[in-house]
């Protein structure tokens, strides 16, 4: 059982939606040929909609979206947004209606390698279309015009009732709490460990983890899946609002370990170096990554432990989002 927070707001409620703790255990043939002592924490398996990292956001987000009353839930994402398929699946077990303005691309100086258009859909949209998540398809443009985009949606169904607007990613303070418990849940595992490494994008995973290491031997390396430097500062935000629930200081942007130099040619685009890494760890361990986040993640890994930056005991977050393997068209090299 988690410890009671002891800050000076009230410790937010879980809503079970996931078979908790995950499993954690020792990569034997990675640790063998890589020299050193390799984990992963398997947030692919909290047995929940294909799995991943927001089904622990969700839990303490669904707890604020149910006591607001709202019987419809809006959201925004990439089309093939993991965290829209598994709020989708959350809004199904409560009996909500779920509904998110996507667009294909939002990274559009990307070149986008594959469409999750409505036409033939895949990945994540074939399965948020079977949770009947109403998609909202918009042009191209960046996370600001998304988030507008989910701001109007909400305002539109207003006029039917009451609406919740769940943020871009599921990233709130209450999505950082999660990962918070998610770093003592770990270490009860495990105990001390060197590093974690995990991906990052919209930032409570790596807030919620960074917040819950600070002071101790462990450090936590976040790999961006997205190539905007502001990021930092924005998990940096979130800290001071994670702070006020837990506890302990925030972090200051220059204490986050967070590298920009594994996104390859862009947000929601699979790289080279990321694809290679799915490849290198399935063929050692028998485990799939995903190629926007874990795969990206785990190249990311790889390279740091290859200039010695990270050693020791290390564990590999894998944060889900296998789904993305089926619209990316990767297939292996050879
Ligand atoms: C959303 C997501 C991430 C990033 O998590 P954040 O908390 O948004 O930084 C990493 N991996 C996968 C598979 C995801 O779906």
Same mark, same amino acid.
């Given at each position: 059982?988690?410890?009671?927070?002891?800050?000076?707001?009230?410790?937010p409620?879980?809503?079970?939606?996931?078979?908790?703790?995950t499993?954690?255990?020792?990569?034997?043939?990675?640790?063998?040929?890589l020299? &050193?002592?390799? @984990? &992963?924490?398997?947030?692919?398996?909290?047995?929940?909609?294909?799995?991943?990292?927001?089904?622990?956001?969700?839990?303490?987000?669904?707890?604020?979206?149910?006591?607001?009353?709202?019987?419809? /839930? /809006?959201?925004?994402?990439?089309?093939?947004?993991?965290?829209?398929?598994?709020?989708?699946?959350?809004c199904?077990v409560?009996?909500?209606?779920?509904?998110?303005?996507?667009?294909?691309?939002?990274?559009?100086?990307?070149?986008?390698?594959?469409?999750?258009?409505?036409?033939?859909?895949?990945?994540?949209? *074939?399965?948020?279309? &079977?949770? =009947?998540?109403?998609?909202?398809?918009i042009?191209?443009?960046? @996370?600001?015009?998304?988030?507008?985009?989910?701001?109007?949606? *909400?305002?539109?169904?207003s006029?039917?009732?009451?609406v919740?607007?769940?943020?871009?990613?599921?990233?709130?303070?209450?999505? *950082?709490?999660s990962?918070?418990? *998610?770093g003592?849940?770990?270490?009860?595992?495990?105990?001390?460990?060197?590093?974690?490494?995990?991906?990052?994008?919209?930032?409570?995973?790596?807030?919620?983890?960074?917040?819950? +290491?600070?002071?101790?031997?462990?450090? /936590?390396?976040?790999?961006? %899946?997205?190539?905007?430097?502001?990021?930092?500062?924005d998990?940096?935000?979130?800290?001071?609002?994670?702070?006020?629930?837990?506890?302990?200081?925030?972090l200051?942007? =220059?204490?986050?370990?967070?590298?920009?130099?594994?996104?390859? $040619? !862009?947000?929601?685009?699979?790289?080279?170096?990321?694809?290679?890494a &799915?490849? @290198?760890?399935?063929?050692?361990?028998g485990? +799939?990554?995903?190629?926007?986040?874990? !795969?990206?993640?785990?190249? !990311?890994?790889? =390279?740091?432990?290859?200039?010695?930056?990270?050693?020791?005991?290390?564990? +590999? @977050?894998?944060?889900?989002?296998? $789904?993305?393997?089926?619209?990316?068209? +990767? %297939?292996?090299?050879?």
């Amino acid at each position: 059982m988690p410890n009671r927070p002891k800050g000076s707001l009230p410790a937010p409620l879980r809503t079970p939606l996931i078979l908790l703790p995950t499993p954690c255990h020792r990569l034997n043939r990675a640790s063998e040929e890589l020299g &050193i002592d390799l @984990w &992963i924490k398997r947030d692919d398996l909290t047995g929940f909609a294909f799995g991943g990292n927001k089904g622990r956001k969700l839990e303490y987000l669904m707890t604020e979206v149910l006591a607001s009353g709202a019987k419809v /839930v /809006v959201t925004s994402g990439s089309a093939d947004s993991n965290f829209v398929r598994q709020l989708g699946a959350a809004c199904a077990v409560r009996g909500l209606v779920c509904h998110a303005a996507v667009m294909e691309n939002p990274y559009p100086e990307g070149k986008p390698l594959f469409h999750a258009g409505h036409k033939a859909p895949k990945g994540n949209v *074939a399965l948020g279309r &079977i949770l =009947d998540v109403q998609y909202h398809l918009i042009p191209d443009g960046d @996370w600001s015009v998304l988030e507008a985009a989910s701001s109007n949606l *909400a305002a539109e169904l207003s006029n039917l009732g009451q609406v919740y607007e769940v943020p871009l990613g599921g990233s709130s303070v209450a999505g *950082a709490y999660s990962f918070y418990l *998610a770093g003592q849940e770990l270490s009860s595992q495990l105990g001390d460990v060197d590093f974690v490494v995990t991906a990052s994008s919209s930032g409570s995973t790596q807030t919620g983890l960074a917040m819950y +290491f600070q002071g101790s031997q462990t450090r /936590v390396v976040g790999i961006s %899946a997205d190539p905007e430097p502001e990021i930092v500062d924005d998990l940096s935000d979130l800290s001071g609002q994670l702070a006020e629930l837990v506890d302990r200081p925030p972090l200051r942007p =220059d204490q986050f370990n967070f590298h920009l130099s594994y996104v390859g $040619p !862009g947000y929601g685009v699979p790289s080279d170096a990321g694809n290679l890494a &799915i490849e @290198w760890l399935s063929r050692r361990e028998g485990i +799939f990554l995903d190629p926007i986040y874990s !795969g990206k993640a785990f190249s !990311g890994l790889l =390279d740091l432990v290859g200039r010695r930056e990270v050693s020791g005991r290390i564990v +590999f @977050w894998h944060t889900g989002g296998l $789904p993305a393997l089926f619209s990316s068209g +990767f %297939a292996g090299t050879a």
